[in-house]
């Protein structure tokens, strides 16, 4: 059985569980240890995320809501810049006490605790994160994707490019 008690990934409500009309705020760091993103944007391991959440307690479970603040690596689809970011997740999600059986008719923001009493954070940040990530993103609307022009500028030779660059040289 694995130990949810000392990893900061889930979350204990125990105290919570079945008890309607409890309300907790919750503030904290949590640390990032896999890839989490697309390879346009994403949260490299080793980031930190905050959270500050409240959790209510109903009689069918625990109402999940509140903000998540992620550093993210973005790299523009046009120039391959690599910019970071701040974004902003406004998470919504109800855990059932009770686990989901009707696979059918389950609403994306519905969730079961894990091992009864907890609840797992890096799932509500990843379906979160997921959301609002950018398909292709830019690193500003006039980005000219200079690259594509056929007078190669100098500042690419330390770029995203110089590979590039350097098998030109060679044919």
Known sequence: MKNYENNPQYLNVFDMSKRPGIRKEF???????????????????????????????????IYLSGTILVDLISKCSRCLEIQKRQLKLQPQAFYLYETVQNEENIDENLYSLTSGHYINLLEILRDSLFEKLEFNPICDPNCTNEFASTTISNEYEDGPFAKLLSLKEKL
């Open 27 to 61: 503030s904290f760091k949590f640390h990032i240890t896999d890839f989490l993103g697309t390879q346009m944007e994403n949260i490299p391991p080793g980031e930190d995320v905050e959270f500050s959440i409240v959790l209510t307690s109903v009689s069918d479970g």
